[in-house]
């Protein structure tokens, strides 16, 4: 879907970056998908605030078998924060963006997770990455639909740590890095708390300091410390 989308595009534009690609549901060009099309024409007519009942029947499509309802509850509530406008402006992205010719530059290991039930994403886009990415293997899941870590988390989490541990961690040690971060940059020191722990403004600090200590203050630092008596 759209995070697999995201992914492809990072793996490309950031590949010093890049240690593994895992895509779940990918598209290999989503313009040319008739269930995306299908899809944009519906969000074009949303409006504020979104539907529930458009956002659990779209989220509904993309599984194959029931999954646990405080599971479908949560993934309906979190995409109706979303207002209309980002799910038009990000339906349009996806659709605009094309990584096909970018494809065969990914130098990370690939791993594409797919399941057969999926009604979005077609086992011929699957067949597609896997020839395109020159580092990448299929896996495909019988039962499943287009959301395998939904549907199947057990078994998603299980094969992604298997790609991890297997085909990512051996080759991060000698993969060169590029585009990384200014080694000489620092992170900034906190800035002093005041009261009920909230920060100190930048300008009241500055007034502090420039403040003459009082006398009460002066007369505390010259106070001599006495000894405890043996």
Not at 153 to 159: E, K, L, S, T, Y
Not at 177 to 192: L, Q
Request: charged share 25%.
């Amino acid at each position: 879907g759209i995070a697999a989308a995201i992914a492809q595009r990072f793996a490309i534009d950031h590949s010093g970056r890049t240690l593994g690609l895992m895509l779940v549901g990918a598209f290999r060009r989503c313009r040319d998908n008739a269930a995306l099309r299908e899809l944009q024409r519906a969000v074009a007519g949303l409006a504020d605030p979104v539907d529930p009942g458009f956002v659990r029947d779209f989220r509904r499509a993309t599984l194959a078998g029931p999954v646990a309802p405080n599971i479908l509850a949560r993934l309906v509530e979190e995409s109706r924060k979303l207002p209309a406008c980002i799910w038009r402006e990000a339906l349009a992205g996806l659709m605009a963006d094309d990584c096909t010719p970018d494809l065969g530059t990914i130098a990370a290991p690939a791993e594409i997770i797919w399941g057969l039930r999926d009604a979005f994403a077609p086992r011929a886009d699957q067949d597609a990455l896997a020839r395109a990415i020159p580092n990448a293997q299929l896996r495909v899941y019988p039962t499943i639909g287009h959301a395998p870590h939904w549907e199947a988390p057990g078994c998603f989490a299980q094969d992604l740590a298997v790609f991890v541990t297997k085909r990512v961690l051996p080759g991060a040690v000698d993969m060169p890095v590029r585009n990384a971060p200014n080694p000489s940059f620092r992170a900034p020191s906190p800035r002093p708390r005041g009261r009920g722990g909230a920060e100190t403004p930048r300008d009241e600090r500055a007034e502090r300091a420039s403040e003459p200590a009082s006398p009460e203050r002066s007369q505390a630092h010259r106070r001599p410390v006495r000894k405890p008596h043996r």
